[in-house]
């Protein structure tokens, strides 16, 4: 399982990114995918998650603010963050709960005031 993703960058309090991941594994569109954030000095935390069905569950602090959605002919999971918030600000990596071990290379969102 290899996961990459992209999209992160540095952006004023209140803009919007779009983040992706693309997942080398072959059961993507039958498995769970998740997004995860680790800000400095603190553990991470799950953001969001989207099942093979399309349901989706969001921690609170991303709760109306973002859209996790997948591409299954892609491989590719996506994370929509609107409105976003200095405490947003984290190295955000996708995750696939089958494979528990594994973390791929996040991306870096800073979210300046």
């Known amino acids: 399982v290899q996961l990459q993703a992209s999209g992160g960058g540095l952006v004023q309090a209140g803009g919007s990114l779009r983040l992706s991941c693309a997942a080398s594994v072959s059961i993507f569109s039958t498995t769970t995918m998740s997004w995860y954030r680790q800000a400095p000095g603190k553990q991470r935390e799950l953001v969001a998650t989207?099942?093979?069905?399309?349901?989706?569950n969001y921690a609170n602090s991303a709760k109306g603010r973002f859209t996790i959605s997948r591409d299954n002919a892609k491989n590719t999971v996506y994370l929509q963050m609107n409105s976003l918030k200095p405490e947003d600000t984290a190295v955000y990596y996708c995750f696939v709960p089958a494979f528990p071990t594994t973390w791929g290379k996040g991306t870096q969102v800073t979210v300046s005031s």
């Open positions: 989207i099942t093979s069905g399309g349901g989706t």
